[in-house]
């Protein structure tokens, strides 16, 4: 059980090995990588029937372009980058290993809309797969990462505060936002906004559930413990980081479908993006060079 900052951490450590992170790692572990490996291949079938057949998406134009933008990014970033860190992860690199719990992040975020937010079509049973499998893989990730050899690796120069300060104003730029226009509209009856993208209600409903409820709250949290120096603070304030740079690739190729493909009220160029952005990756990158520090090894620790 992990309590308190790094410095109280507590593990066992086969000798030699002080510092490193595990290789084998416990069974969760395990599944979590094996989980995947089957995840890989099905989410770029998954991306390449989206963009490849016409008639998928049974949606207004709108909803198609965004999807079909969002599987274009899986296709061409998501995938590779998933299956680039899925070894090394596998064995022991904390930088690896980071950046697959963002990948899984963002794949459950993403099809998370494709199961809620769409009509039945061909690929459904492929979208439900793809969802199930982001979510158990990440809950098995997270159950079986060494937490406190990962943090370890995190020397006083990693920029905590600044770090903290990012994903805090992220987090609390995005809730206010939503909340906002969920309170004006309770009040008022005005309709809810949601940034440039052009979507019907139901769209937007579903992104404020899946904002709301997970992203700001996991923003908050990890601003929060890594502002402490907890354990738990680096690995969540990484991978909510790294899920953040993809998610935004995805928002602004959503934004280039939907005005190529002519959406009536849609614009190509969000001028907030690249501030958004730069804080994203700003993040992403500060932990992911202190996360190299810490060097993998080759004895595990199963139980």
Known sequence: ??????????????PGTAGRLTDAGPPALRA????????????AAAAAAGLGIDELYRETEPVTAMLRAYDLVTLVVAVPVLAVCLSPAGRGSPRAQLVWLGMLGYAGYTYAIYVFGTSFNAAFLLHVALFSLAVFALVLALGGLDVAAIAAGFGRRTPVRLVSALLALLGAGLGAMWVFYSVRFAVTGSPPEESLLVLPDTYLHLAYVLDLAFLVPTYLVAAVLLWRRHAWGY?????????????????VAALLFQWRAGVPGSVAFDPQEPFVIALCVLAAGALLRSASAARPSRTGRDG
Do not use: C, D
Request: charged fraction near 10%; hydrophobic fraction near 55%; avoid cysteine.
């Open 235 to 251: 690995v969540l304030a990484t991978g909510v980081a790294v899920f953040s740079v993809v998610y935004q690739v995805n928002y």
């Open 1 to 14: 059980m992990i309590r308190g900052s790094v410095t109280e951490q507590h593990r066992v450590e086969a």
């Open 32 to 43: 979590a990588r094996l989980l995947s490996a089957v995840l890989l291949p099905l989410m």
